[in-house]
């Protein structure tokens, strides 16, 4: 079955310490997202990736770094300097060819629970 | 700036029809998707609308009117299991999503 995995679904981590969440996808989608979801609020995207070897900055980039070594894959690290870690943190990927209309349909993954203690 | 309005919170009772209003003012419009969300899941997709109109999809419909920038996202016979937050989302001039808050649906019996 094609889909996207998060993992792990629960993670928590002291202060001070980096995180690293996973993302594969085995969609053979180009383009790969993160998004952070706060209680009661909407997606905010972190980072986004069209293709492999580049990525850009969302929104809310800072505190957080991530790589796309490999089409399937998007880590994404929470960093100390992230001052508010603590969120529900969603990865999404995406055909992301402009040129098939504009159906740029995100699919998700399950999500991954972030808890600073 | 880019915006995307919709009402926090709605309540309906089981069985009955419920309409979610979500406004936009984006730069660019390339499509409105509208997705469902469960508590402490990921959103699933419902619906697109590019084109001005009504598409149905069973219980659900989504209507858009691009001159307004109104979309709504109706659902009818009500369940239990629509209890969740609905979230829509404009594709801008570049191609990006830009996301609502996402409005919470209480269904009561």
Redesign the interface.
Known sequence: DGGITQSPKYLFRKEGQNVTLSCEQNLNHDAMYW?RQDP??????IY?SQIVNDFQKGDIAEGYSVSREKKESFPLTVTSAQKNPTA?Y?CASSTGL?EE???????????T?LTVL | GQNIDQP?EMTATEGAIVQINCTYQTSGF??L?WYQQHA??????LS?N?LDGLEEKGRFSSFLSRSKGYSYLLLKELQMKDSASY?C?V?DSN???I????T?LIIKP
Not at chain 1, 40 to 45: A, F, P, S
């Open positions: 998004y009661g609020q909407g997606l905010r995207l986004y529900f969603l402009a209309v504009s159906y740029n349909e995100q699919f998700f993954g399950p999500g629970r | 926090t390339n499509g998707f402490g899941e990921a959103p699933t997709f697109y590019v979230l989302a594709v191609y990006q999503l996301w609502g808050a996402g919470k």
